[in-house]
């Protein structure tokens, strides 16, 4: 059974910072490509950070690079958002997604509330 849990979410002061963790189970990890998205209120779902199979790629939204950085451990099948200098504009929920290297598989979590609020 494929599962993606993410975890770390929470509410925070703006300047603050958050890592948020996704757990995978249930595929090839390592055959996956990761991405974290996040969708404010009323918004559409839009694309924060994503890295390759092998973590030697990354990239980013525009506006969030220098702020967010997303890393992954193959040997633990997890993924991180760490996430620095939060403003309010960032609150969302945040998504983790996995994208099949070698298939056109995708997986979704839950999602995992950020707020960013004094």
């Known amino acids: 059974q494929v599962q993606l849990m993410e975890s770390g979410g929470g509410l925070v002061q703006p300047g603050g910072s958050l890592r948020l963790s996704c757990a995978a189970s249930?595929?090839?990890?390592?055959?996956?490509?990761m991405s974290w998205y996040r969708q404010a209120p009323g918004k559409e779902r839009e694309l924060v950070a994503g890295?390759?199979?092998?973590?030697?790629?990354?990239n980013y939204a525009g506006s969030l690079k220098g702020r967010f950085t997303i890393s992954r451990d193959n040997a633990k099948n997890m993924v991180y958002l760490q996430m620095n200098s939060l403003k309010p504009e960032d609150t969302a929920v945040y998504y983790c997604n996995a994208a099949g290297s070698y298939s056109n598989s995708k997986y979704w979590g839950q999602g995992t509330q950020v707020t960013v609020s004094s």
């Open positions: 890295i390759t199979r092998t973590g030697g790629v990354t």
């Open positions: 249930g595929f090839t990890f390592s055959n996956y490509a």
